[in-house]
């Protein structure tokens, strides 16, 4: 009965959203209607990129872009930008690349709902729902069994582990990775000439470990579980759905 939640299943729902930790009291999918399902939501979005990154984008937009010291050197620390030089266009970058990235990944799994539910405002919301959900690594989703009933899809399944693995990217990968594409692009493909651009070795060594992680995790993952959670699925469910 939706009419009954009390305030601290409330309040704890809205923190773990916007604290993207995925714990729940209640089911999503059922006990919400779709207005609490998008304030869930925009929680989750606003706790994927940080309430001062969007709060200093906020106030980018409107003209004012007054910040205290000590908040300028907080997020030049998150943001891995130790002169600050840079800091109003990081920012940018980190807030259009975050939703150019969501909104790819809702493309992508729109197609999919389609092919499984019709097209209706229900599919599009649930593309969009899982795709923010995914890469702010909320682990929300809008079905009552998670993402299992999926288990066997490959293209749903690499949608969703490429939006987590992109989000678990700290903000200053990503931008320097994305540099680093269009530095090789436009040299290699446009065979244009462009400042020199290489990856740091903090991105170098993320993008490492995170392959090393998800690779040994996997393995481990079916070691450990093949003859028993996973016996009844086939070989590719299996590895797939230890990935």
């Known amino acids: 009965d939706r009419s009954?939640?009390?305030?601290?299943?409330?309040?704890?729902?809205?923190?773990?959203?916007?604290?993207?930790?995925?714990?729940?009291?209640?089911?999503?999918?059922?006990?919400?209607?779709?207005f609490g399902q998008t304030v869930v939501l925009l929680?989750?979005?606003?706790?994927?990129?940080?309430?001062m990154i969007l709060s200093y984008f906020s106030a980018f937009l409107v003209g004012k872009k007054k910040l205290s010291l000590e908040d300028k050197i907080t997020i030049s620390y998150l943001l891995n930008?130790?002169?600050g030089s840079s800091l109003s266009k990081n920012i940018r970058k980190i807030i259009y690349i975050s939703l150019s990235i969501e909104a790819v990944g809702a493309a992508l799994l729109l197609i999919f709902f389609i092919s499984k539910m019709g097209f209706s405002f229900n599919?599009?919301?649930?593309?969009?729902?899982?795709?923010?959900?995914?890469?702010c690594n909320a682990g929300f989703a809008l079905f009552s069994d998670?993402?299992?009933?999926?288990?066997?899809?490959?293209?749903?399944?690499?949608?969703?582990?490429s939006l987590i693995i992109l989000g678990g990217l700290s903000f200053s990968v990503i931008i320097n990775g994305?540099?680093?594409l269009i530095y090789k692009f436009k040299l290699n493909i446009l065979k244009k000439n462009s400042p020199f651009v290489s990856l740091s070795p903090n991105t170098v060594t993320v993008l490492l470990i995170t392959f090393i992680l998800i690779i040994s995790g996997t393995l481990l993952m079916y070691f450990f579980?093949?003859?028993?959670?996973l016996l009844k699925l086939d070989i590719k469910t299996q590895y797939l759905s230890c990935f």
Do not use: P, W
């Open 4 to 34: 009954v939640m009390s305030f601290i299943d409330a309040l704890f729902t809205s923190t773990s959203a916007i604290c993207v930790t995925g714990l729940t009291v209640v089911d999503t999918s059922a006990y919400f209607s779709r």
């Open 43 to 51: 929680l989750i979005q606003i706790g994927g990129l940080g309430v």
């Open 81 to 83: 930008d130790a002169e």
């Open 123 to 135: 599919t599009v919301f649930f593309s969009i729902f899982h795709s923010v959900s995914a890469f």
């Open 146 to 161: 998670s993402l299992a009933r999926y288990i066997g899809s490959f293209y749903f399944n690499f949608t969703i582990a």
């Open 178 to 180: 994305r540099e680093f």
């Open 225 to 229: 579980e093949h003859k028993s959670t």
